[in-house]
């Protein structure tokens, strides 16, 4: 058979393992997506605890106005200020709820549950302020963990084999045993079958018959050996590319964070300071109101980059490899 068997046992192999890789792709893209929705279900338990503390908070300003306007010592344009800046907290809370909710719908349609299945899924028990540092150097070679490119490698290596079948089909094929009883053995009776004597024909395949099929079959086979081929390669460069995004929009965020954190925490010595100078008489309750509205902001946004950087940590993680070990294939 001039080894077409084997390279077509080897190509079905090849085949198998991909298919088998894919599956494992699949499944870890499914994770990274659950991971990702559950973040996003704490970034949302996040913003809907600091608008609670928020509401909290003004609902006491609220009270405080209100018993001042008793005593004739604020206006009612005060408590219309602490009124419009609860109406606000309490926005967020809803908001923050409404997001909460859509997480939790998006969990229960990954895990494959009906529409009961949100109202039973808990709060989250995550800190997303807990992530381990990055190493100094991510190696290239940590890419050979993903299972989709090691997909890709077993489907070259099944268009190699493939190849290798196409082409051995040029060698001919022909059981001499099946020739017993034929006068001769040559190419004119292989050709005409006028020699035989023997009651039934051989068992022939000669490319000398085919040859226009086997030349378009070996076309095709390179075809889809220099298809898989890119497609090995794009994956490559698209893993690279994940895995730099990635690591830069980690760094990014982190920077970021410092930031955000320095501007939260000179908004509350502000609402601090300004609380003061509120309570000793020499401010009036309305010139809390912006510092107040941009706290919340400055809280919500830190909240949102801690989600943020959460989430980026974790494309990283899927795009080199998500803990694959392709050396616990079992199709190998």
């Known amino acids: 058979m001039f080894g077409r068997q084997k390279a077509a046992i080897e190509g079905a192999r090849a085949s198998v393992r991909a298919a088998a890789l894919d599956l494992a792709a699949a499944r870890l893209t499914l994770s990274g997506a659950v991971v990702q929705t559950y973040v996003d279900m704490a970034r949302a338990e ?15 300003s609220l009270r405080l106005v ?37 997480a939790k719908t998006a969990l229960a349609a990954l895990a494959g549950r009906g529409v009961d299945y949100p109202a039973t899924i808990r709060p989250t028990a995550i800190r997303l302020d807990a992530a381990l540092p990055l190493p100094r150097a991510v190696p290239a070679d940590l890419l050979a963990r993903r299972a989709d490119i090691a997909a890709a490698q077993a489907r070259i290596e099944a268009a190699a084999a493939g190849r290798q079948v196409a082409r051995r089909a040029f060698y001919p094929n022909v059981n001499l045993a099946a020739m017993a009883g034929f006068q001769a053995v040559g190419l004119g009776n292989l050709v005409s079958l006028d020699a035989g004597t023997a009651g039934v024909g051989p068992a022939l395949h000669l490319p000398l018959f085919d040859n226009g099929r086997l030349k378009a079959e070996l076309a095709g086979s390179t075809a889809l050996l220099d298809a898989a081929t890119a497609d090995y390669n794009d994956r490559i460069v698209g893993a690279v590319r994940e895995a730099a995004d990635a690591l830069a929009r980690i760094g990014a965020l982190e920077a970021d964070r410092v930031r955000q954190r320095e501007v939260v925490r000179g908004f509350a010595e502000t609402g601090r300071l300004n609380a003061i100078r509120v309570s000793s008489g020499l401010d009036s309750r309305l010139d809390l109101v912006d510092n107040d509205v941009r706290t919340l902001e400055a809280e919500q946004a830190d909240a949102n980059l801690a989600a943020d950087a959460a989430q980026q940590r974790i494309a990283l993680v899927l795009a080199l490899g998500g803990g694959f070990d392709s050396s616990q294939d079992p199709i190998r």
Do not use: H, P
């Open 46 to 60: 996040m913003q809907a605890g600091i608008a609670q503390r928020t509401i909290a908070t003004r609902e006491n």
């Open 66 to 102: 209100n018993v001042r306007i008793r005593n004739n010592l604020s206006s009612k344009l005060e408590a219309q200020a602490a009124a419009t800046l609860l109406a606000q907290a309490r926005q967020a809370l809803l908001r923050s709820q409404a997001a909460q909710l859509l």
